[in-house]
């Protein structure tokens, strides 16, 4: 089975920022939807921002006007560009999705932002 695989995580200063990719292992282009959570210690996940298989984007109020949510579909890669980061934005940032794409889960990318 192939795998969502997140990266580009790390610790910034606040107002810094960050690119955030996930790619699916495998040969098999999957179009479908995606999107960007994440999960702060002692927190529920928080959906970030969600893009259709046309591009069509959605984003969390915390994070419009700051994050980018893109991707390049025959390269099975998602995008977060991440500016303006905020102390709160620290957390686990996990990508996800839709089911028919059959993509395991991924471990996340640790993003820490330091006031």
């Known amino acids: 089975q192939a795998q969502l695989v997140e990266s580009g995580g790390g610790v910034v200063q606040s107002g810094g920022s960050l690119r955030l990719s996930c790619t699916a292992s495998g040969d098999t282009i999957c179009i479908a939807p995606m999107g960007w959570y994440r999960q702060a210690p002692g927190k529920g996940r928080e959906s970030v921002a969600t893009i259709t298989s046309t591009g069509r984007t959605n984003y969390a109020d915390s994070v419009k006007g700051r994050f980018t949510i893109s991707r390049v579909n025959a390269k099975n890669t998602m995008y977060l560009q991440m500016n303006s980061l905020k102390p709160e934005d620290t957390a686990v940032y996990y990508c996800?999705?839709?089911?028919?794409?059959?993509w395991g889960a991924g471990e996340g990318t640790q993003v820490t932002v330091s006031s």
């Open positions: 996800n999705a839709d089911p028919i794409c059959d």
